[in-house]
C-alpha cells in the first residue's frame, strides 16, 4: 500500500511539474517578444512599475523569470535600481494567478482540457497557435497531476505519524524553514504553492499550519534570482537582495498578523470547505499587502540595500561575465532579451566608432592628417575589429539557447552587422593610410578632385548619421533614405572614375596619384554598399521590436 500511494504521488507530482512547466514554457514564448519593448517604455512612477511587473508575471506565470530579466536589465544599465523595485513588487503580485488559477475546480474536465491541447498541438503548424496549444495543454496536465496527487496523499489523512508531522508546520519558524527549501530546490513557487494546495486537498494538512509554509514559499522562490546574480554588477546585486527583503518584510508582518490576529480564521471564512482557495487567497493577500504596505518605501529599500552591499572597488571581469550568471538560469528567454538589449548597445557603440573612423579618414584625405597622424583612426579600427570578435562570440552564446523565430532573426541581423561595420571600418582605414601616403610621398591633386573628396566625405557622413538613428531605434529612420544615397554614391562613383580619365588624358594629374584615386573611389563605393546592408538589417530588427512582420530581405 506504502508503495504503490509513493509511485502515485510520483507520478502526481511529475505531471504536476510537468503541466506547469509546458504552460509557463508556452506563456513565456507567446509573450516574450513584447517583454523588451514594455520594460524599456517603463518609467520610474512606482505604479506604473507595479503594475508592468505584474502584467508580465500573469502572462508568463513565472515571477521567477520576470525577477531574472530585473536583475539582468539593471546589471546591463537598461534599468535603474529604483525601477526595479516597483516591477519586482509588481512581479510578487503577479505570481499569485497560478495559484488562483489552480484552485479553480476543473478537475474532472482535466483530461478533456489536456486532450484539446495536445490534440492541437500535434496537427497545428503555426507557431502561434502551438505556443496556446501548449498552454491548453498544460493546464490539463497540470490538473491531471494536482487530482492523482491529491488521491495519493488521501490515505495519509489516517496516518497518525504523517498527521503529527504536518501538525509540527503550525510551529512559524519550521514550516518557513519548510516552505523555503522547497521552494529553493524546485525552484519555482508556482509549483510548490500548488503541491500546498494538493496536500492541503487532500485534507493532510490544514491552514493553520499550511501558512507558514506558505510564507517560506516566497522566500525560497528569491533562490532564482540569486542565481542569475551570481557574476553580476553591484546594482544587479541589489535588486536580488530587495527582492529577498521584499519577502523576508512580508514574512515577518503576516507571521505576526497569523500570530496575534484572527487573520487565518477570516481567510477559511472567505473560502470555507476549499482549502485551495483557502492558500491561494492567503497567497494573494501575502503579495498584494506586502507591495501596499511596501509601495511608499521604495527608495528606503534601495538605500537599505545599498548599506548593505556597499560599492567596491571595479574589478576588470571576464568578457562574458554578464552574461554568465543569467546562463545558469532556466529562464532562457528572459536571458535572450537581456542579451539582445546589451549586444545592442554595444553595436550602436561600435558603428558610432566606424562613423567617427570615416569622417576623420576623409578629413585627413581633404587636410592632411594632423600632428599625431593617422594614429587616433588606428586606435578605433582596432577597437572595432575587437569588438567584432567580442560580439560575435556572445551572439553565438545567446543563438544556443532557446529562441523565438524573431530573436533568431534579430541575432542573425545583428551578426551581419557587424560583419559590415567591421569592413566599412578597413575602408576607412584604407581612406586613412592613403592621407598618409599623399603626406609622405608629397602627392598632389587637382581642385577638381579636392572638390570631389568633399562631396564623398557628405554623402557617406549623412549615410552613417542615418545608421545611427536606426541602431537608436528611431521612428523617424527611413530605409529609402539609405537607399537613395547609396544609389547617389554608385552614381557618384561612376561620374568621378569618368572625370579621373578625363584629367589624364588632359594631363593634369600624375599616374601615382591616379592610382591612389581609384583606389579611394572603391573604398569609397564599398562604404555604400555595407551601409545600406546595414539598414536594411536594422530595418528588419525595428520591425521585429515593433511587432511587424517583414518580407524584405536584406543584403548578403
Known sequence: MGFELLLGLLGGLALFLYGMQMMSTNLEAAAGNKMKQILERLTSNRFLGVLVGAVITALIQSSSATTVMVVGFVNSGLMTLNQAVWVIMGANIGTTITGQLIALDVGALAPLIAFVGVAILVFAKNKKIQHIAGIVAGIGVLFIGMDMMSSAMSPLREEPQFVEMMTKFSNPLLGILVGAGFTALIQSSSASVGILQALAMSGVIDLYSAVFVLFGQNIGTCITAVLASIGTTRNAKR????????????????????????????????????????????????????????????????????????????????????????????????????????????????????????????????????????GEIENREEEIDLANVRLSKKISRVLVLDQTPKDIETLNKMYSILGNIERIGDHAMNLAEYAQTILEKDLSFSEYAQSEFSVMADSCSKGMKLLEQAAAGEKKFELAKVQEIEQKIDDITRKFRQNQIDRMRAGSCNVEASILYSEMLTDYERIGDHMLNIAEAYDVINKNDEGISDTQPANA
Open 239 to 374: 535588486a536580488t537582495a530587495i527582492h529577498l527583503l521584499f519577502n523576508l518584510i512580508g514574512t515577518v508582518v503576516f507571521v505576526v498578523l497569523s500570530l496575534v490576529t484572527p487573520f487565518t480564521d477570516v481567510m477559511i471564512s472567505l473560502a470555507p470547505g476549499n482549502p485551495m482557495a483557502q492558500i491561494a487567497n492567503v497567497h494573494t493577500v501575502f503579495n498584494l499587502g506586502t507591495s501596499l504596505l511596501l509601495l511608499p518605501f521604495g527608495s528606503v529599500l534601495v538605500k537599505i540595500v545599498e548599506r548593505i552591499l556597499p560599492d567596491t572597488e571595479v574589478k576588470v571581469m571576464d568578457e562574458d561575465h554578464w552574461l554568465q550568471g543569467l546562463m545558469a538560469s532556466k529562464h532562457h528567454l528572459g536571458v535572450s532579451t537581456i542579451a539582445i538589449s546589451q549586444i545592442h548597445e554595444e553595436i550602436r557603440d561600435m558603428l558610432s566608432a566606424a562613423s567617427k573612423n570615416v569622417d576623420a579618414s576623409f578629413l585627413a584625405v581633404e587636410q592632411g592628417p594632423g600632428e599625431d597622424g593617422i
